[in-house]
């Protein structure tokens, strides 16, 4: 029997309206009443260029191995995905046909394929209508990445001119997500221009609210609003982003009007803002982000086999002095096992997290486990920012106290990632891995428990566990059976494993002229549909 599904449940993540709705700690001034559009029913805006800050480099659109923070902000609003990420009635966000290019899909009978009916009459940027063809093209192209490895793209074909069958290797409720975020273009448009480093990025055309018309590498990248968008015409004529080395340039520009919206500002100047020095001119908005800074276990180390001697280090933590005494008030303490919160899993806070600091109790283990007179461990990090290092000297200070002596390596992060990735020579690293949010906790199996963690190794105690639940979890579609087993690597992590310490969340933060009204984000996408400046 086929099955139907029109709405696929994501997870937390950073989705929120910036202007007027939501979006964490705000300063600035509240929307007013304005006029509308009589056809859009959206606000007609006052001023017809948007002008957004990004650091780092828009390098290209090419999502063979994902799409990197900037260039996605980019993709968001001139390309359109299978399906569209949108935020439920519960806060949620959810995974949508509304508003997307694809009427409906549903699974094929064997549970091997997940077939997409495209919405007719969707018009691209070069003026082509949206059929089979741009889909299939699209998702051949993923074949030289890794990123999309489940697509069985030898059965890859077109049912007809607007039914697109997309053939998995495994089917779940992760392979549905990520199979529905593959960037859809214009195949005749990638045919005539014949050269990939031109079509990704000056040469793109899809079918997304806005149209490349310049590109100029290490400078900018210009939109204009596409005409024929499916959806309705964006209140906001054009857009520019540009590439700012410095945070502090960039913030200087906000504030005489060169840029209107910085994606990723310094974080003092996103406090500068919250704490009013601007007055009302600038707003500043915050939310969750998907980076998990937490300290790793390495499970092939001899020294930590010992349930009680992983409980008493967690027992001996004070997670939030390593917050505040590390991160100092950016991001926010972690009260979840994996950051985001899938389905089924808990939101702790600083009453019902399971681990409390006690001291004595820590003691008691360590003597329980025959480590009464201390150990020793050798804690890894490295120097791609400024908090891993700090991290792991906390944390070496706060188990001082338990008789565990930490020495400490800081790497360059290439030679850290080699030395986490092997067996001997650590105990325990610092690392903020990035927890995916178009799937579940399946991709903590590879991307973790046995890359990073090597679970895996010996195996350790409880590993079969995690490669059950990881793995079920992998191949699951129901709702229901998706938060069961949720629960149960949650209970587990607590009860049974505790290969890892989940330590702070990242923060996504944005500062931006107060006149900018309606402006969505969620992570680094952007929903320009309903923005406007008053």
């Not at 392979?175 to 005749?188: A, D």
């Not at 329980?368 to 120097?383: D, P, R």
């Not at 008789?403 to 992060?413: A, H, K, L």
Request: hydrophobic share 35%.
């Amino acid at each position: 029997m086929k099955k139907n599904i029109q709405k696929v449940l994501a997870l937390t993540l950073a989705c929120a309206m910036l202007a007027g709705c939501g979006g964490g700690a705000a300063k600035g001034g509240e929307a007013p009443a304005s006029t509308e559009n009589g056809e859009s029913g959206v606000a007609t805006s006052s001023r017809d260029t948007l002008t957004i800050g990004v650091g780092g480099t828009i390098a290209n659109l090419d999502a063979k191995e994902g799409v990197v923070e900037q260039s996605m902000s980019v993709y968001s609003i001139a390309g359109e995905a299978l399906l569209k990420m949108v935020s439920g009635d519960d806060g949620l966000p959810i995974m949508t046909t509304e508003n997307s290019i694809t009427e409906s899909y549903e699974l094929d009978e064997e549970n091997s394929a997940i077939i997409y009916h495209l919405r007719q009459g969707v018009q691209m940027q070069d003026g082509t209508e949206l059929n089979a063809d741009d889909v299939i093209a699209s998702v051949m192209h993923m074949q030289d990445g890794t990123y999309y490895a489940d697509v069985d793209y030898d059965n890859v074909t077109a049912v007809d001119d607007y039914t697109v069958s997309v053939g998995v290797k495994t089917l779940g409720q992760p392979v549905i997500n990520k199979v529905s975020t593959i960037p859809i273009w214009s195949k005749e448009a990638y045919d005539k221009v014949g050269n990939e480093g031109v079509f990704f990025t000056e040469g793109y055309v899809s079918c997304g609210q806005y149209k490349i018309t310049d590109w100029v590498a290490g400078d900018s990248v210009t939109l204009e609003a596409f005409d024929g968008y499916y959806n309705g015409v964006a209140p906001i004529k054009n857009v520019i982003f540009r590439i700012f080395s410095e945070s502090s340039v960039a913030m200087m520009e906000l504030q005489t009007g060169g840029v209107d919206v910085l994606m990723s500002p310094d974080f003092q100047s996103y406090t500068d803002v919250v704490d009013g020095k601007y007055g009302d001119t600038l707003t500043a908005t915050a939310a969750d982000g998907n980076l998990l800074y937490s300290i790793y276990l390495n499970m092939n180390s001899e020294k930590l086999q010992d349930l009680r001697v992983r409980q008493a280090i967690m027992y001996a933590l004070d997670r939030k002095g390593i917050s505040d005494g590390v991160f100092n008030g950016w991001g926010s303490l972690a009260y979840r096992v994996l950051g985001l919160t899938y389905a089924g899993m808990t939101n702790y806070d600083e009453t019902t997290w399971p681990y409390e600091q006690n001291i004595e109790k820590a003691k008691e283990l360590m003597k329980e486990a025959g480590y009464e007179n201390g150990m020793e461990l050798n804690l890894i990090s490295h120097n791609a920012g400024v908090y891993y290092q700090k991290m792991g000297e906390v944390f070496a200070n706060q188990v001082k106290e338990i008789g565990i002596t930490v020495n400490i390596s800081v790497y360059e992060p290439a030679t850290f990632k080699s030395t986490q990735n092997g067996l001997e020579g650590w105990d325990v690293s610092t690392t903020s891995p990035n927890t995916s949010y178009v799937t579940n906790a399946s991709d903590f199996l590879n991307n973790a428990l046995i890359g990073s963690m090597h679970a895996d190794a010996r195996p350790t105690e409880g590993y079969d566990k995690a490669l059950e639940i990881t793995t079920a979890l992998k191949t699951e579609t129901d709702e229901a059976k998706v938060a069961e087993l949720s629960k149960e690597f949650e209970d587990n992590y607590f009860n049974n494993w505790l290969w890892w310490f989940p330590i702070q969340v990242s923060g996504v933060y944005t500062v931006y002229n107060s006149d900018l009204q309606g402006l969505q984000r969620c992570m680094a996408a952007l929903d320009l549909s309903q923005a406007y400046f008053k």
